[in-house]
């Protein structure tokens, strides 16, 4: 993946704090309707699956860095409450974890899936009015930023979370034995793990990856990463050219015409 750098960028420092550029619930004027204050959230783990020290230093490090933490499917423990604010989860849904083959080869890639969702709300006229979360493996600032250019709002992440408040990636979660206490309810491996700590890291991770993208966007000549040209997001095809990544994807006529960029939020 290439992006490409404008002749004069904004010059402006990256923002560590990067707001949603949609106000969420503004379609049909509901009540309560707000702008989420980060771009960079928390996907859903539930407790259960994670101790419920790693679940207090997700909620902490929400918190800390001002973004959205799913609870999961496992519903509302004490250790969702400590000040960082919450999306239910409603329903079982499909989760990261499970067999490599169900997690590499069963059902659609993000991109491949995503292109699919946002045409059919583009042919509906509804791409504007809808507030897009995305995840799937989109913790690192290049494979947000295209995630962002195809049209997604909100990113959510969950493995990177889940390593900086400590896992290792031992896979042994399945075992209830995992050794740094995120994936275990032993209360002998969890107390190993310090909330108040791994919290921190958590925040600074958030508030990396949204500077991150703010540094991005600005080199590429745009203020917010909403507002990034398309066409300056470029992946090789497969006889070796460069080809901008909408039409990699599969995006329509309607859809390119939808994600032309606008001069302000």
């Known amino acids: ?70 609870t999961g499917e496992g519903g509302i423990s004490s250790h969702h409450r400590c000040g960082g604010d919450l999306v239910f989860q409603i329903g079982t849904g499909y989760f990261g974890a499970g067999p490599l083959t169900f997690t590499d080869h069963v059902a659609l890639p993000f991109q491949a899936g995503f292109a699919e969702v946002y045409q059919t709300f583009v042919a509906a006229g509804l791409h504007r009015d809808v507030v897009f979360a995305g995840s799937g493996k989109l913790g690192f600032a290049p494979e947000a930023m295209a995630a962002m250019v195809m049209g997604v709002d909100l990113l959510n992440v969950g493995r990177e979370a889940m390593m900086a408040v400590g896992c290792l990636q031992a896979q042994r979660c399945h075992t209830g034995h995992c050794p740094t206490g995120v994936a275990t309810q032993s209360r002998w491996l969890a107390r190993g793990l310090d909330p108040k700590d791994k919290s921190v890291r958590l925040a600074n991770y958030v508030a990396g990856l949204r500077a991150e993208l703010s540094r991005l966007a600005q080199a590429m000549g745009s203020a917010h990463p909403s507002l990034v040209d398309p066409s300056g997001v470029e992946v090789r095809s497969a006889d070796g050219r460069l080809e901008p990544l909408l039409k990699a994807v599969g995006y329509g006529p309607e859809a390119w015409d939808a994600r032309r960029p606008r001069a302000t939020l």
């Open 1 to 70: 993946m290439f992006f490409r750098h404008a002749g004069f960028p904004t010059g402006a420092e990256p923002a560590s704090d990067l707001a949603c550029a949609k106000v969420m619930g503004a379609w049909r004027n509901r009540p309560g309707a707000f702008r989420p204050s980060s771009i960079v959230n928390i996907s859903g783990m539930s407790y259960g699956s994670l101790s419920g020290p790693a679940i207090e230093a997700l909620n902490r490090g929400s918190a800390l860095a001002s973004c959205l933490h799913n």
